[in-house]
């Protein structure tokens, strides 16, 4: 089960590949388990300053919850509970990963697996993917934790039209509503995202996480700064970052934030 996903690095960037493909990606209970643990891994590793999650080729990003398990581990409601516990605490856990994130979508992200893209801070999508939510083909309710995040995203007439209707639109109509950032083209999306994620890293780590963080801290509703926010702020004064931004801009030379 554990080869279902695994990581691969490349400097600063992490990848968690998604390697399912004969069942197009679709998450297994403990494929959900397992996602905790690696995200959990990489918070702690300091080395790690962009974070990628993506297919292991253009099969799919992800089908989502692999339906089959459904009438083992989510047949009546104590069982969804447990279950959509562990899901939507990895999901959770993928949204408040501390350092930017970006999904890259090829072919298909659809229910869980479109959930996991819209967690990341970016998504890229190649030209002509599919992107859904079908929990209305099944008959069950689309949680109010990630359906805020879909509405957050598109606003509300779209998301109820995805959800009501359950269907499936192309990346290019979910960049003109505002859930895909990037449409790339297939053989160009891997170099797209990758050269995206370089960009972010030439800049400050500590002013980088800095953001992610205030910016959260808005979208949960903060309306003024709190405590932990101002010295998280504060603190950033007395970063090597800032001491090297502040000389390279003197010197005027591009900082070195390595």
Not at 137 to 151: A, D, E, P, Q, V
């Given at each position: 089960?554990?080869?279902?996903?695994?990581?691969?690095?490349?400097g600063s960037i992490a990848t968690i590949v998604i390697n399912r493909p004969?069942?197009?990606?679709?998450?297994?209970?403990?494929?959900?388990?397992?996602?905790?643990?690696?995200?959990?891994?990489l918070k702690e590793d300091p080395s790690v300053k962009f974070l990628i999650l993506r297919g292991v080729n253009d099969t799919?990003?992800?089908?989502?919850?692999?339906?089959?398990?459904?009438?083992?581990?989510?047949?009546?409601?104590?069982?969804?509970k447990a279950y959509n516990d562990f899901a939507l605490g990895a999901i959770e856990k993928l949204y408040r990963f501390p350092r930017p994130t970006a999904a890259l979508i090829q072919t298909l992200a659809i229910g869980g697996g479109l959930e996991l893209a819209n967690s990341c801070d970016f998504r890229f999508a190649t030209k002509g993917s599919k992107l859904g939510i079908t929990a209305a083909?099944?008959?069950?309710?689309?949680?109010?934790?990630?359906?805020?995040?879909?509405?957050n995203l598109v606003g509300p007439s779209q998301a109820k039209k995805l959800l009501y209707t359950a269907e499936l639109i192309t990346?290019?109509?979910?960049?003109?509503?505002?859930?895909?950032?990037f449409v790339c083209n297939p053989q160009e999306i891997e170099q797209d995202v990758n050269t995206f994620a370089k960009r972010v890293l030439q800049k400050s780590s500590v002013a980088n996480a800095g953001i992610k963080q205030v910016i959260q801290a808005i979208?949960?509703?903060?309306?003024?700064?709190?405590?932990?926010?101002?010295n998280l702020v504060l603190d950033s004064y007395s970063s090597i970052d800032y001491t090297e931004g502040i000389q390279a801009f003197l010197e005027k030379r591009k900082p070195d934030f390595s």
């Open positions: 089960m554990s080869n279902y996903l695994y990581i691969e690095r490349n004969e069942k197009k990606n679709c998450f297994s209970l403990a494929m959900f388990r397992h996602l905790e643990d690696l995200l959990d891994e799919a990003f992800s089908a989502g919850a692999d339906i089959n398990e459904f009438l083992e581990v989510r047949l009546h409601a104590e069982k969804a083909n099944i008959g069950i309710i689309y949680n109010l934790t990630s359906t805020k995040r879909l509405f990346a290019e109509k979910g960049e003109e509503i505002g859930l895909i950032d979208i949960d509703g903060e309306n003024q700064e709190t405590e932990d926010i101002a």
